[in-house]
C-alpha cells in the first residue's frame, strides 16, 4: 500500500472538493491525487477532444497508479487505461458508461443504457444561456434515487465549480464530450483489472451501462448499490472505500 499512488478523477462541472467525503475513508499509506479536469478551475485550457483531457492530466499520473473516475471522470479514465496502460495499473470506474448517450436501433452500433439525445442537447443548449442553473439542475439529476439524498445534494452543491474561476468554452466541451464520445469498441484493449461501482437508482447512467460493461472488460467485477443514484461514494463512502482498497491490496 505505501507508495501506491490513486488518482481521482471528477465529474463534470464539479470541482475535486468533491472526494472530500471519502477521503478520510481510504486507507492510509495511500498516495491520494485530486487533479481538476480541463476547464474546472485553474487548469490550462486544452483541444476540445477526451484524449486531449486525459493527456493535460498526465502529469498527475506516475507509472503503476490506480485510477478512480466517476461519470466524465469514468470516461477518461477508460481511454488513459488504454492508450498509457503503463500508468494506469488499476481502474476503479464509478457510474461510469462508456457511452452517455442512446444511440438508435436503426444504425450499426445501437445502444440503448444511456440518456437521450435530445436530454443532452439541452443541457448543452442550456449551459450556452444559463450556465449557473443548468449545473445546478445536473447535481439535481444526481442527487434523484438516493437514500440519502439530501446528504449526497449538499456534498455536490458544495463542490460545484465556481463559474467566474472556470473556462466557460472548456465546461461546455465537457458537455459535448458526455454527448459524443463512443469508447466501447476500444474496450478490450483495457486490459488492467477494474471494479465498477454503481448505484441502481442513478437517474442519469442506468445500472445496465455497468452491467454491460462488467461482460465487455476482460477483467472486471461490479458493485451494486441498491440504495444509490449517481454518486455512491458521497452516499456510501466507507463501502466505496473498502471497495477500492480491495482492489489497491488485489
Known amino acids: ?112 443504457h444511456g440518456l437521450a439525445a435530445l436530454t443532452v442537447t439541452g443541457f448543452i443548449d442550456d449551459f450556452a444561456h444559463d450556465p449557473a442553473a443548468t449545473l445546478r439542475r445536473f447535481v439535481a439529476l444526481q442527487a434523484l434515487g438516493d437514500a440519502r439524498r439530501r446528504t449526497v445534494s449538499n456534498a455536490l452543491n458544495a463542490a460545484l465549480v465556481n463559474l467566474e474561476q472556470c473556462d466557460r468554452n472548456m465546461l461546455a466541451s465537457g458537455l459535448e464530450l458526455l454527448a459524443d464520445t463512443d469508447r466501447r469498441a476500444a474496450l478490450d484493449d483495457v486490459r488492467q483489472p477494474v471494479q465498477l461501482i454503481h448505484g441502481a437508482g442513478d437517474a442519469l ?3 445496465t451501462a ?21 454518486a455512491p461514494f458521497l452516499s456510501r463512502p466507507e463501502d466505496c472505500a473498502a471497495l477500492i482498497e480491495d482492489l489497491v491490496r488485489g
Not at 476547464?39 to 503503476?64: M, Q
Not at 452491467?211 to 444509490?228: K, V
Request: charged residues 15%.
Open 205 to 207: 447512467m442506468p445500472l
Open 210 to 230: 455497468a452491467e454491460w460493461l462488467a461482460t465487455r472488460l476482460p477483467d472486471a467485477r461490479l458493485a451494486r448499490f441498491d440504495d444509490c443514484g449517481h
Open 1 to 112: 500500500m505505501k507508495g501506491r499512488v490513486l488518482v481521482l478523477l471528477h465529474g463534470w462541472g464539479l470541482g475535486p472538493q468533491v472526494w472530500a467525503p471519502l477521503m478520510p475513508h481510504l486507507p492510509a499509506g495511500l498516495c491520494v491525487r485530486t487533479p481538476a479536469l480541463p476547464g474546472h478551475g485553474g487548469t490550462l485550457a486544452c483541444s476540445p477532444t477526451l484524449e486531449a483531457w486525459g493527456d493535460a492530466l498526465l502529469p498527475e499520473l506516475p507509472d503503476g497508479a490506480v485510477v478512480c473516475g466517476w461519470s466524465l471522470g469514468g470516461l477518461i479514465a477508460l481511454d488513459l487505461a488504454q492508450r498509457y496502460p503503463r500508468k494506469v495499473a488499476r481502474l476503479v470506474l464509478i457510474d461510469t458508461s462508456p457511452c452517455f448517450v442512446t444511440r438508435p436501433e436503426n444504425i450499426a452500433a445501437p445502444w440503448p
